[in-house]
């Protein structure tokens, strides 16, 4: 019997750390959908291809696959789980996933991986857009400033290098762009939870969502 959990937020909320946590804690499947797009961020970066390059994305996507093993992202058989936390994705990707064939792309391949499935999956229109049914929806937010110290924590941990500045630009530019966006905004659906994530330990943000969905489901 499908059951789907729908964590929707901006760039930076933890979004994919907390759902990892609660998918693994709850047995859910855990389907990232802001890697698929950064996949695809990384083959356009590989290949040259522009934004405006109609012809060129819709034969791309034709052309790649994605897959999730072991905690790991592999994009045609390649690891990329690393490569895709990039400077150059992380300045690209918002773009990129503004793209409606790619985003039609991604949010049907989303679908297909769920269906009949128990699942949590994160993303920006998770519960507006992509399963607007699902069991539980969960809005997860937290100020620029904290988001860019996370995302800059983040970073050092895995030895990328990235200013406090050029995160926090960054996350304002996303923010702008992901909620003006023509094709399935960032908005927090009407029937969501929402929870402010800025002044919480990775702890009590996994606790209260098992809450929510506990309470939901």
Same mark, same amino acid.
């Given at each position: 019997?499908?059951?789907? *959990? ?26 990232? /959908? ?22 060129? *994305?819709?034969?791309?996507?034709? !052309? ?18 690393? !490569? ?6 992380? +300045? ?14 991604? /949010? ?10 128990? *699942?949590?999956? !994160? ?9 607007? +049914? ?11 400033? !904290? ?61 209260? *969502? ?8």
């Amino acid at each position: 019997m499908a059951f789907i *959990v729908a964590i929707d937020g901006p760039a930076g909320s933890g979004k994919g750390t907390i759902t990892k946590l609660v998918g693994e804690k709850l047995g859910l499947i855990n389907i990232d /959908t802001g890697a698929m797009y950064r996949c695809v961020t990384v083959y356009m970066l590989r290949n040259n291809i522009k934004l405006n390059e109609k012809e060129k *994305v819709k034969k791309m996507l034709k !052309e790649i696959n994605i897959e999730f093993k072991s905690e790991k992202v592999y994009l045609n058989q390649e690891d990329v789980t690393n !490569e895709i936390r990039k400077t150059e994705v992380n +300045n690209l990707v918002s773009q990129v996933s503004h793209l409606i064939e790619i985003r039609e792309n991604i /949010t049907n391949l989303s679908r297909k991986v769920a269906d009949g499935k128990e *699942v949590i999956m !994160e993303g920006r229109d998770i519960g507006t857009n992509v399963f607007p +049914n699902a069991d539980v929806k969960i809005y997860l937010d937290a100020s620029p400033e !904290e988001r860019a110290n996370r995302r800059l924590k983040q970073n050092q941990e895995k030895g990328i290098e990235s200013s406090y500045q050029e995160i926090l630009e960054n996350i304002k530019f996303r923010d702008n762009n992901d909620k003006s966006s023509n094709v399935a905004p960032l908005k927090q659906a009407e029937d969501a939870i929402y929870i402010d994530s800025t002044n919480m330990t990775i702890e009590e943000v996994v606790n209260k *969502v098992i809450d929510v969905i506990k309470k939901k489901g």
